[in-house]
């Protein structure tokens, strides 16, 4: 079945990058996601990519696609103590059907 | 974007009693709503899919007569662990989605239920 795999820890720096990988084995994914989750809380949608996209931007958060090796990347510019949470990525083959979901990567960011 | 709530966020229950999870889509309707738990520090496992009006569609491994799951409305999923035992304890995760506007496939998740059954 379908899978999506990622590093499980990731430590930064304040005022850094960070890069979160993930790597995914569904060809027909359609949207590819990177949910952000704090402590005892839900998931918060941070963005999204199209298939048929390579790069989005919004604002500090960079997302990279590479569908012939079905890699996706998140960069969150000048990281804050505040972005410290777990991040997952997860795509969608089609509507209607669920999220496949990584481990996901703890981000930890010092002052 | 989209709200959704769970009740109760957090409820502590003996060992063989039932527990009742709520899921709300708030400001939208739900065609589908998906049920997740998420053991700490792991990723998020689908247990169901539910749609509106039809029996939920349960993962390999998920116990249907343990884990009721009943979306009567466009707006309401249910979760209900019967029976509940300490290995049920987890954190439950409901996430809505529309089918129609919504172009990005998007799901909207609610804030999650933490049940610990003593």
């Known amino acids: 079945g379908e899978d999506v795999e990622q590093s499980l820890f990731l430590s930064v720096r304040e005022g850094d990058s960070s890069v979160i990988n993930c790597t995914y084995t569904d060809s027909s994914s359609t949207y590819l996601y990177w949910y952000k989750q704090e402590p005892g809380a839900g998931l918060q949608l941070l963005t999204y990519i199209f298939s048929n996209m390579d790069m989005k931007q919004d604002q500090r958060l960079t997302v990279l696609l590479n569908k012939k090796d079905k890699h996706l990347s998140l960069r969150i510019a000048d990281t804050q103590t505040g972005d410290s949470a777990i991040y997952f990525c997860a795509e969608i083959a089609q509507a209607g059907t669920a999220l496949i979901f990584g481990k996901g990567t703890t981000l930890s960011v010092s002052s | 974007g989209a709200v959704v709530s769970q009740h109760p966020s957090w409820v502590i229950c003996k060992s063989g009693t039932s527990v009742k999870i709520e899921c709300r889509s708030l400001d939208f309707q739900a065609t589908t709503m998906f049920w997740y738990r998420q053991f700490p520090k792991q990723s998020l496992m689908l247990m169901a899919t539910?749609?509106?009006?039809?029996?939920?569609?349960?993962e390999q491994g998920v116990e249907k007569d343990k884990f009721l799951i009943n979306h009567a409305s466009l707006t309401l999923s249910t979760l209900t662990v019967t029976s509940a035992h300490p290995e049920d304890s987890s954190f439950y995760i409901c996430?809505?989605?529309?089918?129609?506007?919504?172009?990005?496939?998007?799901?909207?998740f609610g804030p999650g239920t933490r049940l610990t059954v003593l």
């Open positions: 996430s809505a989605a529309s089918t129609s506007g919504n172009p990005y496939n998007e799901q909207f």
């Open positions: 539910s749609n509106e009006g039809s029996k939920a569609t349960y």
